[in-house]
Every structure is written in C-alpha cells, then in structure tokens.
T-cell receptor, first 112, second 112 residues
Framework: NAGVTQTPKFRILKIGQSMTLQCTQD?????MYWYRQDPGMGLKLIYY???????DKGEVPNGYNVSRSTTEDFPLRLELAAPSQTSVYFC???????????FGPGTRLLVL | GENVEQHPSTLSVQEGDSAVIKCTYS??????FPWYKQELGKRPQLIID?????GEKKDQRIAVTLNKTAKHFSLHITETQPEDSAVYFC???????????FGAGTILRVKS
C-alpha cells in the first residue's frame, strides 16, 4: 500500500492564480482531511470529508474548496491564490470507526 | 468547540535525560488522545496513543499518561537520544466528524 499520496510536492503560484492539490489514499478509508501548517506553527483543519459526496468546513476554510467524488480522492482547490495561503498542506485519512489519522507527505505552496 | 493547549513550546534536554510534554483539553467527551512526531520537512507520524479507559500506556522509551478528571495528558520520553529531536504534537479526538484537534506543538532538542 502506498498509503496517502499528495501531488505536487512543491509549487510556486502567482497572486490570483488557481490550482488543485491532489490527495489519494489506497487504504479504503472513509474519512479524509486537509490541514495547513504555517512555518513554525501547528496544524489547522481546512476541510474534511466523512465519505464520498460529503464534505464539511474545518477551522480555516476561507479561500479553499473541496470535492469528494470517490472514496480514494480528496482534491483541494485554491481559486484566487493569496500570499496568506503560503503554507505546507497535508492531507490525512482515517478508517470508519478509527481515530488514527495517517498523513500524506505534504505539498509546499509558495504564493508570490 | 474543543481546545487543546500544549506546553512547553520548546524543550532542550541533554542526551540521556527525560523529556515531558503536557497537554490539556476542554471537551470532556474526548476519548482518544494521539501523539505525533514531526521531523523537519516530514509528515506528522503517530508515535503513541491512549484511550480514555486507560491511565497509562508504554512503548519502549515513550509513555503517555492520561488524567480524565483533570483533562490532561502527558508524553514522557526516557533516555533521550539525538534522533528524538523533532516537533511533537498532542491531539484530542472529536467524535463529530471523527476529527482531531491538535496542540500547537513542542520543539524538542536533544543535545549530545
């Protein structure tokens, strides 16, 4: 099993551009999460999903959108990139009834 | 909502000494408390966890204790080694959405 994979590893965006961060898991987990981690800071929940077709906002959802059309994939969309979105983005997943979250390797995003 | 406070924010110890990191949580309904280790530039990885029906759990040099009455839990690392240097995050589980609320993190430096 590859676990949780994320692409790209690193991206530079110009202000106002848009992009999609990809997240895929092969563990058949129902729950998936997107976090952002600013330099020297903790993990803040952006959006989460409890299953295909169901998503909900986390602590810091403004400026982001998500969709969950399959169990495996949970993409995060940035529509109008702003410097405040410069961060490392982690995707995570957990099983139905299981609390342990497994993290992907992260995507480092720089908005200039 | 749930709030998790973590102390200290930084901790320096000599190799071979013990390290203790403490967390408090606010939601008395939380019943699962994991600890994650994050090395520089890497993803958070689960190192140990504890459930509310257990007061202490050990795994080699690391242990976690839980005091449900006081709503606090601690990570203990004995015989610290340079490879223990990392950022450690505690978290408390929220049943709604199967979410984790993370503490702000502790930077542990083990000096050799």
């Amino acid at each position: 099993n590859a676990g949780v994979t994320q692409t790209p590893k690193f991206r530079i965006l110009k202000i106002g551009q848009s992009m999609t961060l990809q997240c895929t898991q092969d563990m058949n987990h129902n729950y998936m999460y997107w976090y952002r981690q600013d330099p020297g800071m903790g993990l803040k929940l952006i959006y989460y999903s409890v299953g295909a077709g169901i998503t909900d906002k986390g602590e810091v959802p403004n400026g982001y959108n998500v969709s969950r059309s399959t169990t495996e994939d949970f993409p995060l969309r940035l529509e109008l990139a702003a410097p405040s979105q410069t961060s490392v983005y982690f995707c995570a997943s957990s099983s139905l009834g299981g609390e342990t979250q497994y993290f992907g390797p992260g995507t480092r995003l720089l908005v200039l | 909502g749930e709030n998790v406070e973590q102390h200290p924010s930084t901790l320096s110890v000599q190799e071979g000494d013990s390290a203790v990191i403490k967390c408090t949580y606010s939601d008395s309904a939380s019943n699962y408390f994991p600890w994650y280790k994050q090395e520089l530039g890497k993803r958070p990885q689960l190192i140990i966890d504890i459930r509310s029906n257990v007061g202490e759990k050990k795994d080699q040099r690391i242990a976690v204790t839980l005091n449900k009455t006081a709503k606090h839990f601690s990570l203990h690392i004995t015989e610290t080694q340079p490879e223990d240097s990392a950022v450690y995050f505690c978290a408390a589980h929220m049943e709604y959405g199967n979410k984790l609320v993370f503490g702000a993190g502790t930077i542990l430096r083990v000096k050799s």
